[in-house]
């Protein structure tokens, strides 16, 4: 395990590998939390849950299963479960530094409304 451990509002994450272009994370995700709404310009991620389920967007992930978010693609990680969820997440791209972010706050809506009369 690694030296690493980085305290969140939804639990944690490890280090466990990185080199320039990639990135190996363990994400401890606290039954009824959910990380931030973001996304990444620069690099994709591959979620595997090894424990419990996750939910993003709607779209339920239990374990031995695999998402694969693309470079641009707003997410977030929910966990709907009583235990804590566990997902290795592989991030990879041409830079895969904690800066490269864009959080959607609460107040700003995922599709723009048009109001048609």
Not at 22 to 49: A, F, M, N
Not at 55 to 76: M, N, R, S, V
Request: hydrophobic share 30%.
């Amino acid at each position: 395990m690694s030296d690493i451990r980085v305290q969140k509002p939804w639990g944690f994450y490890e280090m466990l590998l990185q080199d320039n272009r990639y990135k190996v994370k363990r994400l401890v995700i606290t039954p009824g939390k959910r990380t931030s709404r973001q996304r990444h310009l620069h690099r994709s991620e591959v979620w595997t849950v090894v424990q419990g389920l996750i939910d993003d967007d709607g779209k339920q992930y239990g374990e031995g299963e695999t998402a694969t978010i693309q470079a641009g693609e707003w997410h977030e990680i929910y966990n709907p479960g009583k235990i804590a969820a566990i997902v290795i997440e592989v991030q990879y791209g041409s830079y895969c530094e904690e800066d490269d972010i864009e959080r959607k706050s609460e107040k700003q809506p995922d599709r723009q409304c048009v109001e048609i009369r």
